[in-house]
T-cell receptor, first 112, second 112 residues
Framework: SQKIEQNSEALNIQEGKTATLTCNYTNYSPAYLQWYRQDPGRGPVFLLLIRENEKEKRKERLKVTFDTTLKQSLFHITASQPADSATYLCALDADSNYQLIWGAGTKLIIKP | GAVVSQHPSRVICKSGTSVKIECRSLDFQATTMFWYRQFPKQSLMLMATSNEGSKATYEQGVEKDKFLINHASLTLSTLTVTSAHPEDSSFYIC????????FGPGTRLTVL
């Protein structure tokens, strides 16, 4: 079955640097992959969706890449700010009924 | 926009009682809504898919008689935890499907 692997250790980044988070999947290549942000005690907030035929997607300071050969997506935040500190979740389509398979998330801490 | 609300945000109840959680899509209609639960530092776990006007589809291991789902309109789905026990204490999150899943802020349930 499909599994998603995200680094369970918190990622500490200095303010102003680029933060890069990794999402690896194990089985079939999904039709699309999504990234969400989750703050403590809150529901996830949709950030970006990238489709299997897209290599890169950008939105303001965010960039997502999708490498179906490596079975990996990278999520970048440039010019990081303390307000970017949160847990970032990777999710991909479960091949049916718009359901998503979720990673456990990576906690990002941006230090001033 | 795509705003989803949940009510209540927090609830504490005694063991054996029932609790109802509401999920509303405020600015769009959603034929499909999803219910998740999330334990601390863990991934979202899909409980069931709720379709307006029909029975919900439950994931394996989720008791449909314990977690009652009603999706009576295109903007409202409810989850009722019946005869709640301490092990039901968790963070319950709903999402509504538009072009992707948009999440509510979550409901923290504590069963004493």
């Amino acid at each position: 079955s499909q599994k998603i692997e995200q680094n369970s250790e918190a990622l500490n980044i200095q303010e102003g640097k680029t933060a890069t988070l990794t999402c690896n999947y194990t089985n079939y290549s999904p039709a699309y992959l999504q990234w969400y942000r989750q703050d403590p005690g809150r529901g996830p907030v949709f950030l970006l969706l990238i489709r299997e035929n897209e290599k890169e997607k950008r939105k303001e300071r965010l960039k997502v890449t999708f490498d179906t050969t490596l079975k990996q997506s990278l999520f970048h935040i440039t010019a990081s700010q303390p307000a970017d500190s949160a847990t970032y979740l990777c999710a991909l389509d479960a091949d049916s009924n718009y359901q998503l398979i979720w990673g456990a998330g990576t906690k990002l801490i941006i230090k001033p | 926009g795509a705003v989803v609300s949940q009510h209540p945000s927090r609830v504490i109840c005694k063991s054996g009682t029932s609790v109802k959680i509401e999920c509303r899509s405020l600015d769009f209609q959603a034929t499909t809504m999803f219910w998740y639960r999330q334990f601390p530092k863990q991934s979202l776990m899909l409980m069931a898919t709720s379709n307006e006007g029909s029975k919900a589809t439950y994931e394996q291991g989720v008791e449909k008689d314990k977690f009652l789902i009603n999706h009576a309109s295109l903007t409202l789905s409810t989850l009722t935890v019946t005869s709640a026990h301490p092990e039901d204490s968790s963070f319950y999150i709903c999402s509504a499907l538009k072009d992707t899943q948009y999440f509510g802020p979550g409901t923290r349930l504590t069963v004493l």
